[in-house]
């Protein structure tokens, strides 16, 4: 069994900060892509970043060049920092990780980030 805990939302003016942590942890022991997702009320589930093993990223064009996506494969842990937040950035945030060996993708339960304007 795979669990996958999140931590770091919150509630943050526009223009603020926040770190967003997502630890695997249970019968995982290689991880392929790690990436986290966002949806927001009375929409779909969007990608946001991902990162490869070997540390290639990929972000969706409106969180270039604020968000930054970081993974330490020793903790299993993928990171999100989130620079210069906006509204429309309201959202819950889901992690997502595929195992390497049987290539299955695991979520996270999900954490509510509000951006207030």
């Known amino acids: 069994q795979v669990q996958l805990v999140e931590s770091g939302g919150g509630l943050v003016q526009a223009g603020g900060s926040l770190r967003l942590s997502c630890a695997a942890s249970?019968?995982?022991?290689?991880?392929?892509?790690m990436g986290w997702y966002r949806q927001a009320p009375g929409k779909q589930r969007e990608s946001v970043a991902d990162i490869t093993s070997d540390g290639s990223t990929n972000y969706a064009d409106s969180v270039k060049g604020r968000f930054t996506i970081s993974r330490d494969n020793a903790k299993k842990t993928v990171y999100l920092q989130m620079n210069s937040l906006k509204p429309e950035d309201t959202a819950v945030y889901y992690c997502?990780?595929?195992?390497?060996?049987?290539?299955?993708?695991?979520w996270g339960q999900g954490t509510q980030v509000t951006v207030s304007s």
């Open positions: 997502k990780i595929k195992s390497a060996w049987s290539l299955r993708d695991y």
């Open positions: 249970g019968s995982i022991f290689s991880i392929n892509a």
